[in-house]
């Protein structure tokens, strides 16, 4: 894996600073930094099996981060996972997946089929037989209120019952 990868993966980890970490795939010690530094309450690394039954069980977390499982998964299996933990189980979700040609596969997924799902991608890192593309999920930010959708251009209570259209 990519060295810058995973640092940008920390540095957006120090901005998020989750209390708890739900790490889905081979990739639970790229938080051990953050874990030094800041203690949370729960880390918990799901590395196979059914990613979906683990996800319900554990509940709510801050951060779910995916590495190399959309990948390896079946599209619609991997489809639900994302929508499940982008709309149920975690605030922000992380995914990091390779994407284009890989040495005996396709990848099935393309990027913009993943900002589809409402992430946006952060960063592009090229590796020797795929590309390493990194993509977010933040709730909070996911779609901000625009300028036009307040009560100074819709309503006018000051002409309720004045006038009758």
């Known amino acids: 894996m990519s060295l810058?990868?995973?640092h940008d993966i920390a540095q957006l980890t120090?901005?998020?600073?989750?209390?708890s970490i739900l790490v889905l795939g081979n990739d639970c010690d790229i938080f051990k930094h953050y874990l030094n530094v800041h203690p949370i309450g729960r880390l918990v690394c799901v590395s196979h099996g059914d990613y979906?039954?683990?996800?319900?069980a554990l509940g709510r977390v801050d951060l779910a981060y995916l590495?190399?499982?959309?990948?390896?998964?079946?599209k619609h299996a991997a489809s639900v996972l994302l929508s499940r933990l982008r709309d149920v189980y975690a605030q922000r979700?992380?995914?990091?997946?390779?994407?284009g040609q890989c040495d005996a596969q396709r990848s099935q997924w393309t990027s913009q089929e993943l900002l589809a799902f409402g992430m946006t991608r952060i960063g592009r890192y090229p590796n020797s037989d795929a590309e390493i593309q990194v993509f977010t999920f933040d709730l909070h930010n996911y779609k901000p209120t625009p300028d036009?959708?307040?009560?100074?251009?819709w309503a006018h209570p000051e002409l309720y019952d004045k006038h009758w259209w």
């Open 52 to 56: 979906l039954s683990s996800v319900q």
């Open 14 to 19: 120090e901005q998020m600073r989750p209390a």
């Open 4 to 6: 810058n990868h995973r």
């Open 67 to 74: 590495s190399g499982v959309i990948e390896n998964m079946d």
């Open 148 to 153: 036009w959708l307040n009560s100074r251009d």
């Open 93 to 99: 979700v992380v995914v990091t997946a390779r994407l």
